[in-house]
């Protein structure tokens, strides 16, 4: 039992540290970060002895403490805030590949249809193309299992063609008019993770890009995407953030001084461990005087927030959208050997004009959550009256407008979901996955004659000559959802636009998806608007 009291005591200062808000081991984990130590109180210390001592003396199992210790830490956390939490291993790695930028794999995007794995695209210069895998394949064995059939879960898949860099994997590949199986044997390779979906001129002088995530990468993509866009004529700029739910601080202070003159305040930080620190732009921006509009939603959180802050608090240009998600919260990972990890908040963050832009936590869990539901009955998605700004945070930007704190940013030009194509019918259809179901299924009977196809205008034409839509109709009434033909013709137009969009995605890349449904999007109508 020597062995249980290590690890309980282990425990023990792991948790009454992160009680305290300690920094405990971070400086093994960050750069230029300072270990903080933690000894408890002596009766404090008595009372875990005794707890270890009556397990080894008088329980009347021998117990698991690994799972013990799984389930313990959860627990705790969630006393301390809403976004400190532990990651088991598997999580952990997940999330590092996402903000890392690559993961070592085979380079394919996949779903499940019809307890099938089925290749949607292939990474262009990743491991799979080298070797000839093709949208449309259908993955049938790996290293000599099956994977077809009844159960199938996505998960397993990933785990089995996931693997360390160099290593081989064999899969077994069914395709279309060819007999039998083909074998390929594939070495794994990095694979990028972007962060960037899409960078393109949405005008003849208006640029787009839009961002999904803010990690290692990011702000190179960014770049990349920017230097692109100013060969094309770019004059004005759209950064679309909807849906970002943050990442990396590092990631978000580089991109935002991109877009800030000379002494601009970005962020600053602190907490009761962590002095104030500031963080202000180098005046090397490429970027500090383009006509600029950020787009925001109630997804966009964390460094999204501390990117739009930052362009709003310096008047440096229009939000567009609705009410951030209200993350002010800053966490820093403590990683443990067996792979797995912590995130404890170290610290706040502020906008340049001294707003800590969190939400309220503490009284509940469940209402914390349940947050962006309320918000959506109490009917902020629809009129920007009917948001409820905290009157006792009131802040100034630089120019001297009013801004607000303790529940994140509101946009300049507020953008109300659109509800006007919604019907019944719609939302059958969706519930269903009728939509993705009849695109796939489209693409993949189609895929040589659309493979003439280049632009998501060219799919558009081809789906109208062909009558698509008329087929989809047919197609969902096969399956329990009858057409509806009273549909108003704001519901047929967004009914095309989810179908179309499906089959853009599913034939070309993210980028001709994006591009695509922008066209009838009112935020980003409202965008343009507030460059011209």
């Not at 952990?92 to 690559?102: A, M, P």
Request: with cysteine.
């Amino acid at each position: 039992m020597n062995s249980l009291k290590k690890i309980l005591w282990a425990l023990f200062i792991l948790l009454v540290g992160i009680f305290i808000g300690s920094e405990i081991i971070i400086g093994m984990f960050k750069k230029n970060s300072a270990a903080v130590s933690y000894r408890p109180s002596r009766s404090t210390a008595n009372k875990v002895e005794a707890l270890i001592s009556a397990i080894d003396r008088k329980y009347v199992d021998i117990v698991d403490m690994d799972s013990i210790i799984d389930r313990a830490l959860p627990t705790i956390l969630e006393e301390l805030d809403p976004h400190s939490a532990y990651y088991p291993a598997e999580e952990t790695q997940v999330s590092n590949d996402e903000l890392h930028g690559s993961f070592s794999g085979i380079g394919i995007q996949f779903t499940v249809q019809e307890d099938t794995v089925r290749v949607n695209s292939v990474i262009r210069g990743g491991p799979s193309e080298k070797v000839g895998i093709l949208a449309g394949d259908r993955i049938v064995l790996i290293d000599d299992s099956v994977f077809a059939g009844k159960g199938i879960n996505s998960n397993e898949i990933v785990k089995h063609l996931k693997g360390p860099k160099g290593t081989t994997v064999k899969v077994g590949i069914k395709r279309a008019d060819e007999p039998g199986i083909i074998d390929f044997s594939i070495v794994r390779g990095d694979i990028p993770v972007k962060s960037v979906d899409a960078a393109y001129m949405i005008s003849d002088n208006i640029g787009y890009i839009l961002i999904n995530k803010f990690g290692e990468t990011t702000y190179a993509e960014m770049m990349t995407g920017l230097a692109e866009l100013s060969s094309k004529g770019m004059k004005k700029l759209i950064v679309d953030l909807r849906g970002n739910s943050g990442g990396y601080l590092g990631a978000a202070i580089q991109m935002a001084n991109e877009f800030l003159p000379k002494n601009d305040l970005i962020v600053y930080t602190q907490g009761a461990h962590s002095p104030i620190a500031k963080q202000y732009a180098n005046g090397y921006g490429h970027y500090a005087s383009i006509p600029l509009v950020v787009m925001i939603d109630e997804s966009s959180a964390s460094a999204s927030e501390i990117f739009t802050g930052a362009i709003q608090d310096n008047d440096r240009g229009t939000v567009v959208g609705r009410r951030s998600f209200g993350k002010g919260l800053v966490q820093e990972p403590i990683d443990f050997a067996d792979g797995s990890s912590i995130r404890i908040t170290i610290a706040r963050y502020y906008t340049p004009s001294g707003r800590c832009i969190q939400k309220p936590y503490g009284e509940s869990d469940e209402d914390y959550a349940m947050d962006i539901v309320k918000r959506y009955e109490h009917g902020e998605f629809f009129s920007a009256d009917s948001v409820r700004q905290n009157e006792n945070e009131v802040f100034k930007t630089k120019g001297g407008r009013t801004v607000y704190g303790g529940g994140g940013i509101m946009p300049d030009v507020f953008v109300a979901q659109d509800t006007t194509g919604f019907s019944q019918y719609y939302s059958n259809v969706i519930r269903k996955s009728l939509t993705n179901k009849f695109s796939f299924k489209y693409v993949d009977s189609h895929r040589k004659e659309m493979s003439a196809l280049k632009t998501a205008t060219d799919i558009e034409n081809y789906l109208d000559r062909n009558g698509v839509l008329n087929q989809f109709y047919d197609f969902a009434a096969k399956n329990g959802v009858k057409k509806d033909n009273t549909l108003s013709a704001a519901a047929r137009k967004q009914m095309r636009t989810a179908l179309y969009s499906n089959i853009i995605y599913d034939a070309l890349d993210m980028q001709d998806y994006v591009s695509f449904i922008n066209q009838t999007d009112p935020a980003v109508r409202k965008a343009i608007e507030a460059l011209e």
